[in-house]
């Protein structure tokens, strides 16, 4: 029963009773008590009791009442804080969140460092979390879901897996995100910056690649090398070519590779001139000059070469020389490849 119906109800009660007391027996009854008398109607002494016993209980039911109330008040504010960390277990960012009922503190503080995976379809959820688990379906499934404007990005750290994800998705699918992305790399996670330089490289002309040089690594060259073999035109210079040599730590066969490379894009003179400056400069790059001259059959220039270093050093090229001198039509490629090549 509600307590202000039992309140009014028990007025009544006692009303009633005392009035029929009162109708049945209207006298005065005395009682002395440490010499004080107290003369009052016979129906005044059956209420009074009566009030007592009423006055009680309504103090047992507001004290019980009240414990019902926060003892009710705890597990809701259990539950609030249960979905809560529910919601950020599956956005893979748990968080820290405090319970009160001991049945809770025992098991649900496991979702403060733990990520929520669903593999099935469920459904009865709240509307909070059915949306969050759709977010995290798409983008596991691929696809970029607009984290920003759900106003949940910038609650995200930037190492965040499923954020990471998203940002890889939205690489993979808009051109122009990569670019961005490498703008204001301080903002995202080094593989998200990885992938969209490598996107970057696979898209883009050389000049825009040139402008995040910092960043660019050897395999970005060799996917810049196989565009150009595929006959894209990407805008590969001998200048941006010197540029990439000065910024990459490149290895012999690197050099050969990208001969392999300059050989079909640039003049002889063009490539001559490049790979004289190299090899000038760089001992790795003195085989794939070597290599280029042989390519032009540029024998004088071989033979010139070689004497002008130790006989020990360019062992696979004396030899071909060798066979060359002998009128022994052999194009390089059919006794060289980039590994032998670079051997002592």
């Known amino acids: 029963m509600r307590l202000g119906a039992y309140f009014f109800l028990g007025l009544i009660f006692i009303g009633m009773v005392g009035g029929g007391v009162y109708l049945l027996y209207p006298g005065y009854h005395s009682i002395t008590?440490?010499?004080?008398?107290?003369?009052?109607?016979?129906?005044?002494?059956?209420?009074?009791?009566?009030?007592?016993?009423?006055?009680?209980?309504?103090?047992?039911?507001?004290?019980h009442g009240t414990r019902s109330y926060f003892h009710r008040r705890r597990w809701v504010r259990d539950a609030e804080e249960l979905?809560?960390?529910?919601?950020?277990?599956?956005?893979?960012?748990?968080?820290?969140?405090?319970?009160?009922?001991?049945?809770?503190?025992?098991?649900?503080?496991?979702?403060?460092?733990?990520?929520?995976?669903?593999?099935g379809n469920i459904h009865g959820l709240s509307n909070?979390?059915?949306?969050?688990?759709?977010?995290?379906?798409?983008?596991?499934n691929g696809e970029y879901v607009d984290l920003?404007?759900?106003?949940?990005?910038?609650?995200?750290?930037?190492?965040?897996?499923?954020?990471?994800?998203?940002?890889?998705?939205?690489?993979?699918?808009?051109?122009?995100?990569?670019?961005?992305?490498?703008?204001?790399?301080?903002?995202?996670?080094?593989?998200?910056?990885?992938?969209?330089?490598?996107?970057?490289?696979?898209?883009?002309?050389?000049?825009?690649i040139s402008r995040y040089l910092s960043l660019m690594k050897k395999e970005h060259l060799y996917t810049l090398l196989d565009r150009v073999d595929?006959?894209?035109?990407?805008?590969?210079?001998?200048?941006?070519?010197?540029?990439?040599?000065?910024?990459?730590e490149l290895e012999c066969p690197d050099y050969v590779r990208l001969m392999h490379t300059t050989l079909r894009r640039f003049t002889p003179d063009e490539n001559l001139k490049l790979f004289k400056e190299l090899a000038a400069e760089k001992e790795r790059a003195q085989n794939a000059y070597l290599y280029l001259l042989f390519e032009y059959e540029m024998i004088e220039q071989v033979r010139k070469f070689l004497e002008e270093h130790d006989e020990m050093e360019f062992k696979?090229?004396?030899?071909?020389?060798?066979?060359?001198?002998?009128?022994?039509?052999?194009?390089?490629?059919?006794?060289?490849?980039?590994?032998?090549?670079?051997?002592?």
């Open 33 to 63: 008590l440490m010499g004080i008398t107290l003369n009052l109607p016979i129906a005044a002494w059956v209420v009074l009791p009566l009030l007592l016993f009423f006055l009680l209980t309504i103090l047992h039911m507001v004290y």
């Open 83 to 119: 979905q809560d960390a529910f919601y950020w277990s599956l956005l893979r960012e748990p968080k820290e969140h405090l319970y009160h009922m001991p049945s809770m503190k025992e098991g649900a503080p496991i979702l403060n460092v733990s990520h929520l995976e669903v593999v």
């Open 128 to 140: 909070k979390l059915m949306e969050t688990i759709e977010w995290v379906k798409k983008i596991e």
């Open 148 to 208: 920003r404007a759900k106003k949940v990005e910038r609650f995200l750290s930037k190492e965040n897996p499923l954020l990471i994800q998203n940002f890889l998705n939205r690489i993979d699918k808009e051109r122009e995100f990569a670019e961005s992305v490498l703008q204001s790399r301080e903002l995202y996670a080094e593989s998200v910056v990885s992938r969209a330089m490598d996107r970057l490289v696979e898209r883009e002309s050389v000049d825009r």
């Open 230 to 248: 595929k006959k894209e035109d990407v805008g590969l210079t001998p200048a941006s070519a010197r540029i990439f040599t000065e910024r990459l």
């Open 316 to 344: 696979p090229f004396r030899a071909l020389l060798i066979l060359k001198e002998g009128k022994h039509n052999f194009r390089i490629d059919d006794l060289l490849d980039s590994e032998i090549a670079c051997r002592v």
